[in-house]
């Protein structure tokens, strides 16, 4: 019995010594591993240095203290422990980890030479991962100090990663530019509560934060400025580093496909703060962000940035700069953007914006309600139509020409750009006075693009203005006691290529209280050529153009009344005298145009006609007698206007 004790007590004696022994291997196994990555780091021109590492076999943990590492004199990381739970090799290069847990890291970037001088420190009291899978070693930093080789490298050793959870509490980031500097420039960050889930291959579930804070200190023309702000709520969904790096590689330079990057970001309230001003964002939505690699090449967007961001560029380094940065931005799509409720507080009253969105190429700003120094500026909707950006900064770089003035061909480029703009609901201050004028719908569209002239376009304009007591031309309007103008005009123009057609239809003006017009122009015969910028080739082209029929009608709801009021103040007569005075002075002077064609006698006679009566409908009608081209049109009406109407057969006619 005594020996089988003995036996036991020396096989546990044994086994005791193996257990601490195989501890002892494979801490000084771990500790060798940790040593190899920090000397490859060392090996790679850097400094990299550590405390004490651990290693708990029972519960496979690994701690290291005190690391720090320098990739660079302008970089230095501090942290001052890892613990790493439940470790196993899964290979020859990877690991894994149930939990990883990281405190007290501190990130440091000082680019104080230079032209634009910059500190930044990132603290990070603590952070956790959990369900960890990763290289055990990092792969080789890129030779170069290049901006996008460091980013490509970043996003590479990112992609290598998986981990069910990264949460960080909180995150303060102070920044400095120029710290030498009598007042400098610089901020503090602080971001709480990020989470990230679910991280595969370079693909991240879902990125949040609580909330974000900030306090930036400007300055502009030796004042100093502190603007202050919060974001709360900010979500992230679905991001995709392998797009971003298909941007990097210059293998994908040909790659016209688009890659999503996020499916979506989103944010609670926004605030900003600073002296006399206050803005807040009720929360902000951004989905389908996505990148065509073709188009969005970094490399580029950094080598068109100045060199020394001190210096103005000249106009020849403005514009190869905006071209370049075009080039970029046309390789960024987004589904849509969208702006919720905004307000704003300045020293001239309060303001707000119900939406701000872009969306399927329309950018649209609706529930405008601002102050101005005449009153209160409300608007229901402003939308710009097949609006691109893009388009917009290609447009403006061809404006930006050293040494010569833009072209009148560059200038109808804005066409390009965009194809239509509306206004809706708008009630404004008019003047100094307490009048306001509103408008209904203001809506111009055009397309149909021959070169970079729209051959069709229709303007709508409902509204209605007061009359302006300084307008020498309104005074009349005044006198006969009209305040208000209402005026609904709607203009349409199209051309159809395959018949040389063009027709002005239609052409509307409504001036409520006083008359409404209409017509109806046609042309024939327009070639392709007449739309140019080139004035010279415009009248060339413009000889092959025929004049089609013209149809006028004019409809008296005041104007008749008004012109015999006024007529009869200056004539010192009664009204009845005067209306038959101003109708016997048309048959008069028509007599000189019935005598070359008789055809105007019908037209003369409905005038006279249409002032002896008020509230009737006038209606001219001019038929071409023949071939009548439009230069030879113009130039018998500035020289012998009844010759110009002996082209016509005239027909007229007055209704009520």
Do not use: C
């Amino acid at each position: 019995m005594k020996r089988i004790l003995i036996g036991l007590i020396v096989a546990a004696v044994l086994a005791a010594g193996g257990w601490f022994g195989f501890n002892l291997y494979v801490q000084h196994r771990a500790t060798s591993e940790v040593e190899a990555a920090f000397e490859q780091m060392r090996q790679q021109g850097g400094k990299a240095s550590h405390g004490k590492i651990g290693f708990d076999l029972p519960t496979r943990t690994v701690t290291i203290e005190d690391i720090a590492v320098e990739p660079s004199p302008q970089m230095q990381v501090k942290i001052a422990g890892v613990k790493a739970t439940g470790v196993r090799q899964l290979d020859e290069g990877r690991f894994s980890a149930d939990a990883i847990d990281v405190t007290g890291i501190e990130f440091a970037v000082d680019s104080a030479v230079g032209p634009s001088p910059l500190k930044a420190v990132y603290k990070i009291a603590q952070a956790a991962i959990r369900d960890y899978t990763g290289a055990l070693q990092t792969q080789v930093l890129p030779a170069s100090n290049d901006i996008t080789d460091l980013y490509r490298f970043g996003l590479e050793q990112f992609n290598s990663v998986t981990a069910s959870s990264i949460e960080v509490p909180t995150i303060a980031v102070t920044i400095a530019g120029n710290p030498g500097a009598a007042k400098p420039e610089g901020g503090d960050f602080a971001y709480s509560g990020l989470v990230m889930k679910n991280l595969r291959r370079g693909k991240v579930e879902a990125t949040k934060a609580d909330r974000l804070t900030f306090t930036f200190t400007t300055v502009q023309a030796g004042k100093s400025d502190k603007l202050t702000g919060e974001l709360s709520n900010l979500a992230m969904a679905n991001f995709d580093s392998v797009a971003m790096l298909a941007t990097l590689d210059p293998q994908k330079a040909n790659d016209d496909t688009y890659h999503q990057v996020y499916g979506q970001i989103s944010t609670g309230p926004y605030t900003l703060t600073s002296e006399g001003m206050r803005l807040r964002i009720d929360g902000i939505a951004i989905d389908d962000i996505a990148v065509q690699p073709s188009k969005l090449r970094f490399a580029d967007m950094f080598a068109a940035l100045p060199k020394d961001p001190s210096a103005p560029p000249t106009p020849a380094q403005a514009r190869d700069m905006l071209e370049k940065m075009v080039g970029v931005y046309e390789g960024l799509r987004i589904g849509k953007i969208e702006i919720g409720k905004s307000s704003i507080r300045t020293p001239q009253g309060t303001g707000s914006v119900n939406l701000v969105r872009y969306k399927d190429g329309e950018f649209a700003v609706e529930g405008v309600d601002m102050p101005s120094p005449q009153g209160q500026f409300k608007m229901e909707r402003f939308a710009l139509k097949s609006f691109s950006v893009t388009s917009l900064m290609r447009w403006t770089a061809g404006l930006v020409t050293p040494g010569r003035s833009p072209s009148p061909d560059q200038m109808l480029g804005l066409f390009r750009v965009l194809e239509g703009a509306e206004i809706k609901g708008v009630v404004s201050p008019y003047k100094n006075t307490r009048q306001l004028i509103t408008i209904d719908t203001i809506s111009l569209n055009s397309g149909q693009l021959v070169g970079s002239i729209p051959s069709k376009a229709n303007l709508v304009v409902k509204m209605v203005t007061p009359t302006d007591p300084s307008n020498p031309a309104q005074r009349p309007l005044i006198m006969a006691g009209v305040d208000k103008l209402a005026i609904d005009l709607d203009l349409g123009a199209a051309w159809t290529e395959s018949s040389g057609a063009f027709a002005l239809a239609p052409a509307t003006i409504d001036l409520g209280n006083l008359a409404k017009a209409q017509a109806r122009f046609a042309l024939a015969n327009v070639p392709r050529g007449v739309f140019t910028a080139d004035p010279v080739q415009a009248v060339e082209q413009a000889a092959q153009v025929e004049t089609g029929a013209i149809e006028l009608s004019l409809r008296d709801s005041g104007v008749v009344d008004l012109v015999v009021a006024q007529f009869s103040r200056m004539q010192n007569v009664s009204r009845d005298a005067a209306r038959s005075a101003i109708a016997e002075m048309i048959r008069a002077q028509g007599e000189k145009v019935t005598a070359a064609n008789l055809d105007a006698k019908a037209a003369v006679d409905a005038l006279a006609g249409f002032v002896e009566t008020s509230g009737q409908t006038l209606t001219i009608k001019l038929t071409p007698l023949g071939k009548l081209p439009v230069l030879q049109l113009m130039d018998a009406l500035n020289s012998e206007p009844i010759v110009a109407l002996a082209q016509f057969r005239i027909e007229a006619s007055t209704g009520l």
